[in-house]
């Protein structure tokens, strides 16, 4: 049975043969030429035709008669039996198409390599170009029979007399295969390298001068040749993308570690300080410390309530008072029943400051000290799942409950470690808990709205948070996430809405320290919906001044701009955000957009004909696009 004969129209001011060859490459089909008809054959055996003729004017000469519905179909049958038996004579398969290319004449074959004069420097130039040609081709064939038959060596010097008769990408790429084998890296970058010079499409050899890199550790330059190749190939070839993928975390973690090896201790913005602490249910002052003691500044105690007060102000300033004086607090001693506190309270500035193994530390003292301290156990148990020890993390947190199995937030930050290893529902139920053990603290309203949103139960969470919007309509952070779930449902509209309620309530309640999270995600909200770059880059901009050391505003900026391809720009905020990252695992994912961006410009400066092609392919190689 024949295959079907499909008719695909395209409206398009572009010549035939570009549209067909665009539609050709996308389907992996082989294209014939008949009588101004292009047939293409799939690998599925269905057969297209794409006719060239124009459409008629719709105005006719008034010599021309109105054809009648019968004269029309007549006509139309005629047309459609016609292509038919053009595609019938045309509709080869795959297979036969292959059996021509076989029946083709073959390249040169040498019967006996003495038939070839002896190539060298010397007298390569004593034969005519014709003799040249003829004798490369030959000394081609020769080498890839030796390469057939694993005589690399013999390969290699075969090859290379093809290219002193006649340079030729394809020869130097030939060669590099053998140099490859042989794990001769730097001699196979040569030929490629050398290949890509007179072809700089090539991606064979693109490909194989990336491995080389790779072996000889030179990450960012083998990240350049694969990325390359993937636009060259339109990303289609998904070998080469998860190259580029596995080169990205090399050359990231390869960077991350200099950072980590070279970085500073110290706090991260005030935005990130705060939304830690108020993770914990707000705590008394314990007894002896309020602000109201008289404390002498020089002692250990003294510190401790100095350190509680500037903590209190929730200022970047602030916080790093506060670190300080917990720290001396414990240098001077003589802190007697506070000795827990003390230490459970420079854990958690450690932690901030990204000195973790200092925080376990303190952590494991103050518990040995007062077993009943669950908050240590709380905040030990975060940081081992942080460190990706799920089972130490789930033992603190019955150890917590041990001493005191009525502590709302022992079962609200064991719903945290719930919902980030996706246990949604056991999330929900620890989110619950915390509530019917105090419903006045509402992040645990907040994240359970949010928990049953990931589980699907969207009419339940807007429920929970209209309910939590009723009872706390004077706090700021249940407007801003509610209005990250309506921008994720895409209501643009009432997200703002909800954002800019946040926005103002932090301007009256908290003028110097306000949370900038909310001016962020109307950022993202107007870029969302309108594509507004203008406003959404300013909001960032008022984020920053708000707080410098923001990282999800310095984050949301470089994808601004790198959406509107502003690259060396988007590059400058990545490589920012990977400073102001805490762990290694924020660093290595923030270095590997910065990486992926600084690609995409070398690429426009190595390759232009290649950054054209991926403009117009509207891609990027910053990332996954802004959620």
């Known amino acids: 049975m024949s295959a079907p004969v499909i008719n695909v129209e395209r409206a398009s001011n572009s010549s035939l043969w570009d549209r067909v060859s665009t539609w050709v490459s996308e389907n992996k089909a082989v294209a014939y030429t008949i009588a101004g008809t292009v047939v293409v054959v799939t690998g599925a055996g269905v057969i297209y035709y794409l006719s060239d003729a124009s459409k008629k004017s719709s105005t006719t000469t008034t010599t021309e008669k109105k054809k009648s519905k019968k004269e029309r179909r007549k006509e139309k049958k005629q047309a459609e039996e016609a292509a038919a038996a053009s595609v019938e004579k045309a509709a080869i398969s795959l297979k036969d198409e292959e059996a021509i290319v076989e029946s083709q004449p073959k390249a040169p074959t040498v019967e006996a390599e003495d038939e070839l004069p002896e190539i060298t420097e010397a007298n390569v130039d004593s034969f005519s170009q014709e003799e040249r040609s003829n004798y490369a081709a030959k000394l081609k064939v020769a080498g890839n029979k030796a390469y057939g038959s694993k005589d690399y060596n013999k390969a290699i010097d075969l090859y290379g007399k093809a290219i002193l008769c006649k340079p030729d990408p394809v020869y130097y790429s030939n060669r590099a295969a053998c140099y490859n084998v042989l794990s001769e890296w730097d001699k196979v970058v040569e030929d490629t390298s050398a290949a890509i010079a007179m072809d700089s499409e090539y991606v064979k050899a693109l490909n194989r001068r990336a491995h080389a890199y790779e072996h000889l550790h030179q990450y960012s330059e083998a990240l350049l040749d694969y990325t390359a190749s993937c636009i060259i190939d339109g990303f289609k070839n998904e070998q080469s993308a998860q190259s580029v993928e596995r080169l990205l975390k090399k050359v990231a973690e390869k960077k991350g570690r200099a950072i980590l090896e070279s970085k ?40 401790l309530q100095k350190g509680l007060i500037a903590m209190s102000k929730k200022t ?97 930050h064991r719903a945290q470690l719930h919902f980030i290893l996706g246990e ?97 995600n109307k950022a993202l909200a107007l870029f969302q919906w309108k594509q507004d770059y203008s406003q959404a880059e300013e909001l960032c901009e008022k984020a920053l001044v708000l707080d410098p050391e923001c990282d999800i505003a310095v984050a949301t900026m470089a994808q601004l701009l790198l959406q509107q391809g502003k690259v060396t720009q988007a590059l400058e905020y990545f490589e920012k955000a990977a400073e102001l990252s805490r762990t290694e695992g924020e660093i290595v994912n923030a270095l590997s957009y910065a990486e992926a961006t600084r690609t995409q410009l070398e690429v426009s400066e190595k390759y232009p004909q290649l950054q054209a092609r991926l403009q117009q392919m509207g891609g990027g190689l910053g990332g996954p696009p802004m959620r």
């Open 264 to 303: 500073t201790k110290k706090l991260p913005s005030a935005t990130f300080v705060s939304n830690y602490l108020q993770s914990f249910r707000p705590q008394p002052p314990p007894a002896g410390l309020e602000e109201s003691a008289q404390l002498d500044e020089n002692t250990g105690k003294g510190q």
């Open 316 to 412: 970047g300033a602030g916080y790093e008072e506060a670190s300080a004086s917990f720290k001396k607090a414990l240098e001077l001693g003589d802190l007697g029943e506070h000795e827990a506190f003390a230490l459970n309270m420079r854990a958690t500035f450690s932690y901030l400051e990204g000195d973790v193994e200092s925080a376990l530390k303190d952590l494991t003292t103050a518990i040995e000290k007062q077993p009943s301290l669950s908050q240590a156990y709380i905040k030990r148990a975060s940081m081992q799942l942080e460190l990706g020890s799920k089972e130490a993390a789930a033992n603190d947190f019955e150890l917590a409950m041990e001493q005191n199995k009525d502590d709302p937030d022992i079962y609200y």
């Open 424 to 520: 949604y529902v056991n999330a929900a139920k620890d989110y619950q808990k915390s509530i019917d053990l105090d419903k006045d603290f509402i992040y645990s309203h907040i994240q359970l709205g949010v928990t049953q949103y990931k589980m699907g139960s969207v009419p339940s969470s807007m429920a929970t948070f209209r309910r939590t919007i009723k009872n706390f309509e004077k706090v700021p952070d249940v407007y801003n996430y509610y209005g990250e779930l309506l921008l994720d449902q895409q209501k643009y509209q009432e997200a703002i809405e909800r954002f800019d309620t946040a926005v103002e309530m932090e301007r009256k309640q908290k003028p110097t320290n306000m949370n900038v999270l909310p001016l962020i």
